[in-house]
């Protein structure tokens, strides 16, 4: 008889990470591979292959494979997209480098801007024009347009954007300019900015639907290949993509629009928060996964991950926003920092340790994975401290030489610094620690939740080994550290929804709406969201759709999102959107503003399927002795080296409890439990650590 078995599979810069779910009974395999960067799709065949042979499920029992990717955010970061070329209105050809003409910090001299993706001399300007109420004033010549076209196809341009001023009110003209692009230069991808993001604000939509374009046939020839080698293992179930927002997406309609990929792998870790939080029965909390290359830090709250509708890719400075190129796309919000295992140490010119954000990521990696690597790392300290057991690093697949740690730890930062190779070993550890409480804190405050009221949720191959050190700083009730956490970002694709976000910007003051033509867009955004759901194969009785709009007072220059009454909207539903804004606003700024009318500016529907239904089944523990001996192990307390007791995570029973320190082991995670804390499996075999 077939099983039904999903797979989730996150690709991170370090390490791809996997599981495997029988949706029967509810029994997990979970896998762990170093990245392959120069093709991430052999790390995947890999790694599914061997969890297929271990679970004892052949190809053909595997239905869904849903995978999320850091390769869309690298490829924007490192430059390594398409040649893109813009077309735009005549006379806002600049607008895309000129942006908000804001400084993002007004004492820097030496300031660096965001750099665009398309240099100047490849925009190029289309005398064509539409009003903001869609009045088409003008429309493009098609000689000229052509001749544009193909002075863009013989300079060998492999992508255009077209984005010209309001087309999210009326996008005729781009549609005309994008039938000759694919009439006179077929092999050029073309991105429409009424179709990839059709909202008001002119430098927002322009970078956003850049950045589509610039990595379409990247994502589309890496899909294809992922595909081609599911098949050569045979497996035919169907290949599902995680998006920044946390709902799935066909590969048809990621290929298309792929900036929707760009927070892929983070937002699942966040979707797994939420899904443990529930069952441990924390609602909001604090998610940090910690992998090798990054670590990422969300608030869950009220048992939903919180969301945007923009963000920033590429900044040039990590904390400060305007520093990096906005894309207007749903996503979870959360903040990423350089802060992983393979985060590199070093001594800077003033003499202080820093670490990071630069990484050794999995090819040549730290020092001790002895792969070529020659600066000191914060695996390198982990392993110096005790933390790590150089025998059992991802189950043994991996030995790590202390030695070699040790070496270089103490001739790159130790000797510069006049400490033993013990305390800067240290240092790296602290330092990172404090960092990534820093980013917690004010990720926390700047969306208005005290980080000491908040447990922090700790995952990722690095995450365990750190999240008692992030709790203490942060001052945390708790840690939480959840069975198999080295891979549960990929859990957490297991549990998302097929879904796709759609919006239209139609700005209109609330009491003189005309309520026909809001109704009229709901309903088509509705329509084609129906449309994907059911090429997916969702069942009609399985589609649902939420329905918000992005509200502000008049005079007010951003907005914020509320969702919108069920049914019909009319002059009567005005009161019920206002009560809704003022709660919200309320909630953000603990006040409400002016008595002045609302407006809105965009109009949104949320399409999606049922959520999956997950059984966890957590193997049992077999009754064994769950002490596995005792290792050498510093905590500062101590000021040396002293024995700790070393636990089986795989044999420790619910129930059971533990007094810190103590060192828990799994395969693809090692968890670190501080003294003077209190450590409790639970029902489910998380590791709750009482601070």
């Not at 904390?319 to 802060?339: C, D, H, N, Q, R």
């Not at 690597?373 to 790590?388: E, F, I, S, W």
């Not at 407006?599 to 523990?621: D, F, K, Q, T, Y």
Request: contains cysteine; glycine residues 10%; negative net charge.
């Amino acid at each position: 008889m077939m099983r039904n078995v999903r797979v989730g599979i996150d690709i991170g810069g370090t390490f791809t990470d996997l599981i495997l779910i029988d949706d029967a009974t509810g029994e997990l395999t979970v896998g762990k591979v170093l990245t392959t960067p120069a093709d991430p799709s052999h790390a995947v065949a890999e790694v599914l292959a061997d969890a297929m042979q271990r679970a004892s499920a052949p190809p053909q029992d595997v239905r869904h494979v849903i995978h999320g990717t850091t390769l869309v955010t690298n490829a924007v970061i490192e430059r390594k997209g398409a040649r893109t070329a813009l077309l735009t209105t005549r006379g806002y050809r600049d607008a895309y480098e000129i942006a908000r003409e804001h400084r993002y910090d007004l004492y820097d001299l030496f300031l660096e801007m965001p750099t665009p993706l398309v240099p100047r001399y490849l925009r190029l300007e289309v005398d064509e024009r539409v009003y903001a109420d869609g009045t088409v004033a003008r429309t493009p010549d098609p000689d000229v347009v052509a001749k544009l076209v193909a002075e863009l196809r013989d300079k060998d341009i492999e992508a255009i954007a077209v984005c010209f001023i309001h087309s999210y009110a009326n996008r005729a003209n781009e549609q005309v300019v994008a039938d000759l692009i694919r009439e006179i230069a077929p092999d050029i991808r073309v991105s429409l900015s009424s179709d990839v993001v059709p909202e008001i604000r002119e430098y927002e939509r322009t970078s956003t639907t850049v950045v589509n374009v610039y990595v379409q046939g990247l994502v589309e020839e890496y899909l294809a290949e992922l595909v081609r080698r599911l098949r050569d293992l045979r497996v035919d179930g169907e290949l599902l993509l995680m998006l920044s927002s946390g709902g799935l997406s066909t590969v048809e309609t990621a290929t298309r629009f792929p900036l929707r990929l760009l927070e892929s792998g983070p937002a699942g870790g966040a979707l797994a928060t939420a899904y443990f939080g529930e069952l441990v029965g924390v609602r909001d909390l604090m998610a940090f996964d910690m992998g090798g290359t990054t670590a990422k830090l969300c608030v869950i709250e009220d048992g939903k991950p919180l969301t945007s509708t923009e963000f920033e890719v590429d900044r040039k400075y990590r904390f400060k926003a305007g520093s990096g190129l906005p894309v207007k796309t749903p996503v979870v919000e959360l903040i990423e920092i350089g802060a992983g295992g393979g985060s590199i140490a070093r001594v800077d010119s003033l003499g202080l340790l820093k670490v990071g954000p630069d990484s050794a990521g999995a090819d040549p990696g730290p020092v001790c994975y002895g792969r070529g690597g020659t600066q000191p790392t914060v695996t390198d300290a982990d392993l110096l401290l005790g933390y790590l057991d150089p025998q059992f690093f991802l189950g043994g697949r991996l030995r790590l030489d202390r030695d070699a740690a040790e070496r270089v730890i103490a001739s790159k930062i130790g000797e510069p610094l006049g400490l033993t190779a013990l305390r800067a070993a240290w240092g790296i550890h602290q330092l990172v620690n404090e960092g990534m409480a820093g980013a917690a804190r004010v990720h926390a405050i700047e969306r208005g939740k005290d980080p000491r009221s908040l447990p922090l949720f700790a995952f990722g191959g690095a995450g365990p080994g750190h999240g008692f050190g992030v709790a203490r700083v942060l001052h945390s009730p708790r840690l939480i550290v959840p069975f198999g956490a080295g891979v549960t970002s990929a859990f957490g694709f297991l549990t998302a929804p097929l879904a796709f976000d759609f919006v239209r910007s139609f700005l209109t003051q609330l009491e003189a709406a005309d309520w026909t033509h809001v109704n009229a867009i709901l309903d088509d955004m509705s329509a084609q969201g129906d449309a994907i759901l059911a090429r997916s194969g969702v069942a009609e009785a399985d589609r649902q759709f939420i329905r918000q709009a992005d509200v502000r007072y008049t005079g007010q220059g951003h907005e914020i999102r509320i969702d919108l009454p069920a049914g019909r909207l009319g002059p009567e539903s005005v009161p019920r959107i206002r009560t809704t804004f003022e709660t919200v606003y309320r909630s953000l700024f603990g006040r409400i503003g002016p008595d002045v009318p609302l407006e809105a500016v965009s109009w949104r529907v949320i399409a999606s399927g049922p959520r999956p239904s997950v059984e966890l089944s957590v193997p049992p523990a077999s009754g064994a002795p769950a002490v596995k001996g005792q290792r050498a192990v510093y905590f500062p307390e101590w000021e040396e080296h002293r024995p700790v007791s070393v636990y089986d995570r795989y044999l420790l029973a619910p129930g059971t409890t533990l007094d810190g320190p103590a060192i828990i082991e799994e395969r693809e995670s090692t968890t670190v439990v501080g003294p003077g804390t209190t450590c409790v499996v639970d029902a489910t075999r998380s590791l709750l650590v009482t601070l």
